[in-house]
């Protein structure tokens, strides 16, 4: 590790994007785009097929595609990572391996009570059962096809190899390992977890399987699965530990097998990782799965921090068996308001926790028609903010590399649960695996929450990699001094004679709450001897922190101004050769957090600042503590400072505003756009044939009914109202997608459309309308005969306009205002608008009596606000604090101080009109929830509250 690599990563340590090919690809577009990519710091990106496309997918033409991506790529200097489906859950060629053979179809046992004279297709098994409630009733198992494919059986992954992989090799094997590294799968699984009926999955070798390894009947305990009866924990923990091998050495090894003879790397993730009953329904275990893969992944969606476990049970795997890289599919579903705060919260969160290698959650090729709501947000140029985003990826890189170097420190293995959720797992009853989950959950937060850095323990893993070695437990290359079992009711085999060996040894082991009281789904008599030699403590964490600190005591500790919000800040130790690194996160989205970190043993920090590339010495060796504070979402990354070096600059990390004087900036602020303003015209009416005119309905409702009628004349009716006069709206421009598919009218006159251009997106093209519109009402109307593919969306008027459109569905154009509060410009006339807009104002002061003065501001309702002060930039604020320093520019007398702000595409595209207001997480299916539907506007502020001037 070195600081110059820090200052200017690799290429490999940048965040790789999925890209998004969803329309009629443009080999010229698409070498556009990777130089777009290239100069904003992606170190590649992966070809990823999704909706909307129209290039017929694996076709000639598609692989040529691929084919200059690969040759731009490789110019400008970044990766062309492949990706091996149409869309998700991977596996399926793009429904080929399906079609080509029936039996290539998922399978599911499933039950119901017999129905006398019914006969049963693929029935397995008839019994009686006496319930829980004393009545005994007859049941019939039998199996039958479910939705996707059969990953339990290896001969569908053959074929989904040949389909696809081969493929690829055909055409690109020169580049593999080269401009091609590598090969993403997403989501692949066993099962669907939204089958309707009680199941467990199935493979016509399975019965066969059960019986050569367990040496019983599965046919024989069938009911076992479904029904508290006999001995349904062995029985089940047996299936679903065979079900996991299945799967894993069908799907993840045989592709990681092929992977490794062509020189690719094999990534991505699993599906449902987040919860054991997710696992257990669609994969059996999430652990397993990442030894055979060269990075493995996760994917962590939606725009919330709640489940570390999920990133936990991947960078355990990674730092056990010595995989460098830990990818994660990030940002997914979290909305078009994603601001540059969020990313790097989630991000810092993430990397803690032990990623390295981040994946960001889309670039679209295209955002025509349906593209546009994909599981957005979208993070690629038609974003208002995209030309900052080059600081943003330097961020992520500088961090990447770091935590790519060495190995984490840890003294402290977590079992991990997932075989006690098999034997306790019942296809119609949950209850049981989620007070499983719930207490593993519990566990996982309360040693994060006490600064304890620890692994987790997959007991297949484990089989294979664990021993002992002293008074330490081993697994692969990691070493642990502390074995924690969370509640569980059973234990593998393996892992009870690990486990015996090491407190033979020595070695301390403590249970949470209660010993498990079965091995391998059955009960022991060893294992009740060794339980005695189990410390039980409550599954607490001041229980925890006492435990490990006579234990294992950790060298270094952390303590804050609030015990509780301390709870938030995660830590995570590495070495670096001799060196320490420190990276400490506050992971609560907001909030300040004051930290003292104190070291058992002398050494000199630097902080070195992933933002700026910066280093600063901020503790001497002969200091025993660094007193410092975290933002919401802040990290601070401190290395070890090297003998040779000599600090040009130090850093005090305490708040330098303690003491300032403060001028409030309160009042209006002068306002001037520099992008133009826009309205959605998201309501219509409509008409099909010579049918009546139904609405003003949303525009996603009408082009639901329009699409019903195939071949049939529609006309569609966007309306909007000028309060102006018409010529004053010389800018005014009509945007609509796909025009050249509509006859279109404005108010009343035939247009004949004339592209002068496009806005936001190339999809989005535009023409200047300002000689057809009117004061008053104005219709625009585009007509028809419907054809599967076409697509009818919401039009869009651009230019020199404010909006009003309170209680209404059509927008009416007003004049703009001078001057604005600056709390919400959403309110001033700026509803829809996405671009950068520019608020002013001028700022006295007297006889100069300060020493630093800073602009702080308490919250940013915007991507990102870059800060002038008379004419000179001073500084661009993405994240907290949001607070930039103006000593050198501020001076005695009149100081004007220039904000410009850039949001994001949020309340141009919505969701614009949820009951349940901004999402955290948002589909496709959220743009028209009918549900929680309401005809009014929902929209996120934009702009700045609590702005100060502060002088000290």
Not at 113 to 125: A, C, D, N, P
Not at 558 to 575: I, S
Not at 740 to 759: A, C, L, M, Y
Request: glycine fraction near 8%; proline fraction near 5%; charge should be negative.
């Amino acid at each position: 590790m070195n600081y110059k690599d820090f200052r200017c990563p690799p290429n490999e340590y940048r965040p790789v994007p999925f890209w998004s090919w969803n329309d009629d690809l443009d080999e010229n577009e698409l070498r556009r785009q990777i130089r777009e990519m290239a100069e904003k710091g992606w170190g590649g990106f992966f070809m990823h097929a999704r909706v909307g496309l129209r290039t017929p997918y694996l076709s000639r033409r598609w692989m040529r595609m691929v084919k200059a991506c690969v040759e731009e790529a490789r110019a400008v200097g970044i990766n062309a990572w492949l990706y091996d489906e149409n869309g998700w859950p991977s596996g399926r060629a793009n429904g080929m391996v399906e079609s080509l053979n029936i039996r290539n179809r998922a399978k599911h046992i499933t039950y119901e009570e017999v129905e006398e004279g019914r006969l049963y297709v693929h029935e397995l098994k008839r019994c009686k059962i006496k319930l829980e409630d004393g009545k005994e009733k007859e049941y019939v198992f039998f199996w039958e096809y479910g939705i996707g494919l059969d990953q339990l059986d290896p001969e569908p992954v053959r074929q989904f190899l040949d389909f696809t992989h081969e493929l690829y090799r055909d055409y690109f094997q020169d580049e593999f390992g080269k401009t091609i590294p590598g090969v993403f799968t997403d989501e692949p699984q066993y099962a669907n977890y939204r089958e309707p009926k009680p199941f467990v999955p199935w493979t016509e070798r399975l019965f066969e399987e059960f019986e050569v390894r367990y040496g019983y009947s599965l046919l024989d305990k069938l009911e076992c699965l479904f029904f508290n009866v006999g001995p349904f924990q062995k029985v089940r923990y047996n299936y679903w530990s065979l079900v996991t091998d299945l799967y894993v050495n069908a799907f993840s090894k045989q592709i990681y097998e092929w992977c490794q003879a062509n020189n690719l790397k094999f990534t991505g993730h699993q599906e449902w990782e987040d919860t054991l009953l997710g696992q257990v329904r669609c994969i059996g275990s999430a652990m397993p799965h990442y030894e055979y893969m060269h990075i493995p992944g996760i994917d962590k969606l939606g725009r919330h921090t709640r489940t570390p476990w999920v990133v936990k049970q991947v960078s355990s795997v990674a730092s056990q068996l010595g995989k460098e890289r830990v990818l994660c599919e990030a940002y997914g579903v979290a909305g078009q308001n994603l601001s540059f705060h969020d990313m790097r919260w989630i991000a810092n969160w993430l990397f803690v926790l032990g990623i390295n290698f981040l994946n960001p959650h889309l670039a679209l090729y295209s955002m025509r028609g349906e593209a546009k709501r994909d599981h957005p947000p979208n993070l690629f140029y038609q974003q208002p903010w995209w030309d900052y985003s080059r600081e943003v990826a330097d961020y992520f890189s500088r961090l990447s590399y770091v935590m790519s170097q060495g190995r984490r420190e840890v003294d402290v293995l977590l079992i991990h649960p997932i075989g006690a959720a098999w034997s306790v797992y019942r296809p119609d009853d949950f209850s049981a695996i989620n007070v499983l989950d719930e207490e593993f959950q519990k566990a996982t937060l309360n040693l994060l929450g006490i600064q304890r850095d620890f692994d987790y323990g997959d007991e297949k893993i484990m089989a294979r990699y664990a021993r002992v070695e002293g008074v330490r437990l081993v697994i692969g290359g990691m070493s642990y001094k502390v074995v924690i079992i969370p509640p569980m009711v059973t234990i593998s085999r393996s892992t009870f004679e690990i486990l015996k060996r090491f407190v033979e040894n020595g070695g301390k082991v403590f249970a949470l709450g209660e010993v498990p009281v079965l091995v391998g789904g059955e009960e022991s008599e060893e294992l009740g001897q060794l339980s005695k030699r189990i410390q039980v403590i409550p599954n607490d964490a001041e229980a925890l922190r006492s435990a490990l600190d006579l234990a294992a005591p950790s060298d270094f500790h952390l303590t804050f101004d609030d015990a509780e919000k301390g709870k938030a800040v995660y830590v995570q130790h590495r070495r670096v050769g001799q060196r320490h690194v420190f990276f400490i996160v506050n992971s609560n989205r907001v909030g300040k957090i004051k930290v003292r970190l104190s070291l058992e043993f002398p050494v000199a920090l630097e902080k070195w600042d992933p933002e700026t590339g910066c280093r600063y010495l901020v503790k001497t060796e002969t200091e025993p503590a660094l007193d410092f504070e975290l933002n919401g979402g802040e990290g601070c990354l401190l290395v070890s400072a090297e003998e040779d070096f000599v600090a040009q600059n130090t850093a005090d990390l305490k708040d330098p505003l303690a003491s300032a004087r403060m001028i409030l900036l309160d009042g209006e602020w002068k306002v001037r756009r520099i992008s133009p303003n826009s309205a959605t015209l998201d309501f219509c009416r409509y008409r099909i044939g010579q049918d009546g005119w139904k609405g003003p309905v949303s525009v996603r409702e009408a082009y639901s009914e329009i699409s019903k009628h195939v071949g049939m004349p529609f006309e569609v009716v966007y309306e909007f109202e000028c309060a102006v006069d018409p010529d004053q709206l010389e800018s005014l421009s009509l945007v609509l997608e796909t025009p050249e598919e509509f006859d279109i009218f404005i108010n009343s006159q035939p247009v004949r459309w004339r592209t002068e251009g496009w806005w936001v997106d190339r999809a989005f093209k535009t023409m200047n309308i300002h000689k057809l519109t009117r004061k008053g009402r104005n219709e625009v109307v585009i007509r028809a005969s419907y054809l599967p593919g076409l697509e009818i969306e919401d039009a869009y008027l651009i230019g020199d306009f404010g909006v009003k459109i309170q209680g209404r569905k059509s927008p009416l154009l007003i004049s703009e205002p001078e001057t604005v509060y600056p709390d919400d410009l959403t309110k001033a006339g700026y509803s829809f608008f996405a671009g950068a807009i520019v608020l002013t104002k001028e700022v006295e002061l007297n006889k100069r009596h300060w020493k630093r003065a800073y602009l702080v501001f308490r919250e940013l309702n915007a991507t990102v606000a870059e800060i002038r002060v008379n004419q000179r930039e001073v500084g661009r604020l993405f994240w907290e604090p949001y607070r930039v320093d103006v000593s050198d520019v501020l001076r005695e007398g009149c100081n004007v101080i220039e904000f410009k702000l850039v949001n994001s595409l949020r309340n141009l595209l919505g969701p614009l009109h949820s009951t349940k207001g901004e999402f955290k997480g948002v589909g496709p299916r959220d743009f028209w929830d009918v549900e929680n539907w309401t005809d009014e506007y929902v929209f996120v502020p934009l702009g700045f509250s609590g702005a100060v001037l502060a002088l000290i």
